[in-house]
């Protein structure tokens, strides 16, 4: 069975920091992008961050570019984001996505996510 596991989220002040988690197992992920979404009430799941299988390509949404660092550990089947300089806007729930090939369309596997809340 395939599983995504985030963990790390949480209520934080403006300006803190948090590190999410995300532990994949149940297959292989060799091939496969991995990347963040985040969803507040009503409205649709957005890509934030996303990382290449070799981890030599990034992406990341215009809002978070600079404070959010996205990196995985192959051997540790693992995939985290570090969110710096956390706003009131990030608050949301976070969900560890994989995408064969990057695809995000559709992405192949989801986990069942995290609330991060920032306070102001």
């Known amino acids: 069975q395939v599983q995504l596991v985030e963990s790390g989220g949480g209520v934080v002040q403006a300006g803190g920091s948090l590190r999410l988690s995300c532990a994949t197992s149940?297959?292989?992920?060799?091939?496969?992008?991995m990347g963040w979404f985040r969803q507040t009430p009503g409205k649709e799941r957005d890509l934030v961050a996303a990382?290449?299988?070799?981890?030599?390509?990034?992406y990341y949404a215009v809002s978070v570019k600079g404070r959010f660092t996205i990196s995985r550990d192959n051997a540790k089947n693992t995939v985290y984001l570090q969110m710096n300089t956390l706003k009131p806007e990030d608050t949301a729930k976070y969900y560890c996505?994989?995408?064969?090939?990057?695809?995000?369309?559709?992405?192949?596997?989801w986990g069942q996510g995290t609330q991060v809340t920032v306070s102001s």
């Open positions: 149940g297959r292989t992920f060799v091939g496969y992008a």
């Open positions: 996505a994989a995408a064969y090939g990057g695809r995000w369309s559709a992405p192949d596997y």
């Open positions: 990382i290449s299988w070799s981890g030599g390509s990034t």
